[in-house]
């Protein structure tokens, strides 16, 4: 650099521009004249400038001017370059002499503040190694003197850099800029109609890498940047005329500043894979949504932000996506509630964006709506996300809203017509598409015995519903699951598939917020293949007061579906705990010994009237379950007070299905006054359906299905009813009985196959 003291040179934004431009860094010598040898050398001097962090105030000089001495400066005309030092200009029109360049030859960075002179024609032509241009209050000239146009396309062919500064837009017209082909950077600032955004869309500016534009009206109020493969850094700072942003389609974009706009409505960042690095602040009275798609952004930081009116937040395909940080809505920064929210971290990378049509706010709320009815739709890979969600948390009440976590990448459309499948696929009565893919576990190798039994029973269960003519498709099970319900104007839909991509040996736990967990309407959890623990949270936190349909599956290493809610703090003694829910459906859970569980030591326990609402109760296929329940004791009448189909299958350790932790003080029966069917299925361990005393009421019981229960040895005491028992005979003969009037409500039906001599045990025996 020179002894010029005067001069602003702004390293924060050039000083690696000067290293290239001044043949401080030179290029090799195979790469001289060569466009790649060209951006290799960018690329270098960018990552030099990443590593050096310069501090560009400690780099000024002590001797820089004042602010009222930089006021004077800048009705100066001269010129400077850190070659050749300062030069004022002798005409006291501030116009540049005619021949002023001629004998500077080797000029190749050059700044021109409050200068006069032909745009069109300018005196620096001659500088034939002129890389850098900085023009700073720079005016139209008289000028009779004539270029050539190979002279100015030439000139301007070799320019890298160009910042102009509140200076007549003629230097940045189409035509001008059309020969700017190799130019890597460009910096506006400026407060007149200075630049045309068509030139930032397709391949003139094809070489650009550092775009920035700073208190600039624009000829359009829509500005589109796109289709410029090279650009690392674009800037868009206090522009007031642009109303409509979008970026689109620049595949080398990692960097994007964006600082407060009066009029801007919207910011769309589509097709921009590399983005990593996105800056958000300042005041945007006016914007009302931001659509980030296919971006590597890990922290969306919103915190420096001032949006009253932000109301639509659209994360599409942001795979690394881990947290979004929210500006306080306490003094006004923030809308308090947004009215559609969609992030989505599951998507793969550059996942292709149609645009066709504009990305604007109608278009991503269209795709969205394509996907799945809802206001809010979250599908993250890691439930810690979920957290970051907790300032706008009051939304989540008023909103309909779709929660998925899983690994699985899910394409746009992916969605499927789950009402035409097979297998416990599902849709609800709304009308909303859930995408659902049931498969069998593949981690169950330390499960080979169980797998081998459930294998060799399902065949004899086929066979069975065959020759009985069982039409409900699906063997050995007396219904299907219902379809969820609603989720129309408010509520949550929880979705979880497989959360991570550990080894076999490794297991996690997922905890979502209470907040969403209170919302929620729908939870439906299968293929975890590693997931150990679900939704352990305290009770404090959440109750699942609004809870309807339950269904969990195909998850080999779950130990418990709601296990130890209990914690030290909060007090939710005037909630009940799962108070809407209605139907719960668990399947195939080889490891789970219990499906509700509350810890005896927790110095806070649920009501009593926990499950008062459940309907229907179905568990197949988990062969270590010991107790459906573990609860503390039943001080009312509520609980399972509504139930009316049972039915476990295939639970070989089951010993009581609902156990009460504490049996102290209690009467000698239980009571289930509503259920009207029962299908107990492959229970050999079981002795009773409830700890408490040894009869169970259930005085509406229809119908009971039992087979391979061999421990049990009562049947539930009904009311006025016959029922029908389905058993094996030589079952039925062995039963206790209170009364013979108890006996006299049932009616004995066997298989229509049934071999009256039956091995039990082993042979030799």
């Known amino acids: 650099m020179s002894n010029d003291f005067t001069t602003d040179y702004d390293l924060a934004t050039h000083v690696s521009n000067y290293c290239i431009c ?46 009222v001495e930089k ?42 503040s409050a200068c006069k002179f032909s745009f069109t024609s300018p005196p620096f032509l001659c500088c034939h190694n002129l890389r850098f241009l900085w023009l700073d209050h720079c005016q139209e000239g008289d000028s009779t003197a004539e270029v050539m146009e190979e002279d100015a396309r030439q000139f301007l062919q070799r320019l890298w850099v160009l910042d102009v500064r509140y200076s007549n837009g003629a230097f940045l017209s189409q035509e001008m800029m059309n020969f700017m082909t190799h130019l890597k950077e460009l910096n506006v600032i400026g407060e007149e109609d200075t630049f045309d955004t068509d030139l930032l869309q397709g391949q003139q500016l094809c070489n650009i890498r550092k775009l920035r534009f700073t208190k600039s009206h624009v000829y359009e109020v829509t500005t589109r940047v796109s289709g410029m493969n090279k650009l690392e850094l674009f800037e868009f700072s206090e522009n007031t005329s642009v109303r409509w ?30 983005v990593k690095n996105l800056f958000l602040s300042g005041s945007f009275p006016e914007l009302v949504a931001i659509a980030i798609a296919g ?64 990305p604007s706010v109608s278009y991503y709320w269209n795709m969205f709506k394509k996907k799945i009815n809802f206001d809010y739709h ?190 030290p703090e909060g007090n939710n003694n005037d909630t009940d705990m799962f108070k809407k829910l209605t ?23 649920p009501q009593v009237d926990t499950c008062e609402n459940l309907t229907l109760l179905h568990i197949d296929c988990c062969p270590r379950l ?26 070989c350790d089951l010993s009581v299905a609902f156990h009460f932790y504490d049996t102290s003080n209690m009467l000698e029966w239980y009571l289930l006054k509503l259920i009207k069917h029962v299908h107990l299925h492959e229970l050999p361990k079981l002795r009773n359906i409830c700890n408490i005393g ?23 005491v009904v009311r006025k009813n016959v029922v029908e028992c389905d058993c094996e005979k030589e079952w039925w003969d062995r039963l206790e009985w209170e009364s013979v009037k108890h006996a006299r409500h049932y009616k004995p039906i066997h298989p229509r196959h049934y071999k009256k001599t039956m091995l039990r045990g082993s042979i030799l025996r």
Request: contains cysteine; hydrophobic residues 35%.
């Open 22 to 67: 001044d043949g401080i860094i030179h290029l090799q010598q195979g790469d001289i004249g060569t466009d790649d040898g060209v951006d290799k050398l960018w690329l270098s001097c960018g990552a030099l400038q990443r590593e050096m962090r310069l501090d560009a105030d400690q780099l000024q000089n002590p001797y820089f001017p004042s602010p």
């Open 295 to 358: 971006a590597v952004v890990e922290i969306l930081d919103l915190r420096a932000v001032t949006a009253p009116k932000l109301e639509s937040l659209f994360l599409p395909d942001c795979e690394k996506l881990c947290a979004i940080r929210w500006p306080s809505p306490a003094d006004g920064k923030r809308n308090i509630y947004l009215s559609k929210l969609m992030i989505d971290t599951k998507q793969k990378e550059g996942t292709a964006i149609d645009t066709n049509s504009p």
């Open 378 to 567: 979250i599908s993250v890979r890691d439930a810690r996300i979920l957290q970051s969600l907790k300032p706008v948390k009051d939304n989540f009440s008023s909103k309909a809203a779709h929660v998925e976590i899983s690994t699985i990448s899910s394409p746009t459309g992916s969605f499927t017509d789950v009402a035409s499948t097979k297998d416990g696929r599902m849709r609800s009565s709304c009308g909303q598409r859930v995408q659902v893919k049931l498969k069998q576990p593949k981690d169950t190798a330390m499960y080979t015995d169980v797998v081998v039994t459930l294998k060799d029973t399902s065949t004899q269960q086929q066979q069975e519903a065959a020759n009985e003519g069982d039409s409900s498709g699906a063997p050995g099970i007396m219904r299907t699951c219902p379809p969820p319900p609603e989720v129309l104007s408010e509520g949550c839909y929880i979705h979880i598939e497989d959360p991570s991509s550990r080894t076999k040996s490794q297991t996690a736990s997922i905890t979502l917020p209470g907040f969403i967990c209170d919302c929620a309407k729908i939870l439906h959890v299968h293929d975890c293949l590693h997931i150990a623990s679900i939704l352990s949270v305290p009770i404090a936190s959440a109750t699942w007061n609004k809870l309807q349909w339950c269904r969990v599956e195909q998850c080999p290493n779950l130990e418990c579906v709601f296990s130890q809610l209990g914690g």
């Open 626 to 651: 010991i107790q459906v329940t573990s609860w503390p004791p039943p001080m009312g009448t509520k609980e399972l007070d509504r139930l009316e189909f049972l039915e476990i299958l295939w639970c």
């Open 694 to 716: 040894v009869t169970v009421m259930m005085p509406e019981l229809k119908t009971i299905k039992i087979k391979g229960c061999w421990s049990l040895r009562r049947l539930p």
């Open 71 to 112: 006021s004077l400066l800048k009705r100066m005309a001269y010129w400077t370059s850190p070659t050749y030092g300062f030069v004022m200009i002798p005409d006291p029109d501030e116009q540049i002499p005619k021949g002023m360049f001629q004998q500077f030859d080797k000029l190749c960075v050059l700044k021109l």
């Open 245 to 274: 942003l979008y970026v689109e389609s620049c595949n080398s974009l990692e960097s994007v500043i964006i600082y407060g706009s009066t009029e801007l409505l919207e910011i769309a960042l589509t097709g921009c894979i590399k």
């Open 583 to 605: 139907t719960t459906w668990v399947s195939h859970l080889l490891k789970a010994r219990y499906i509700w569980k509350w810890s005896s030591t927790s110095p806070i326990v």
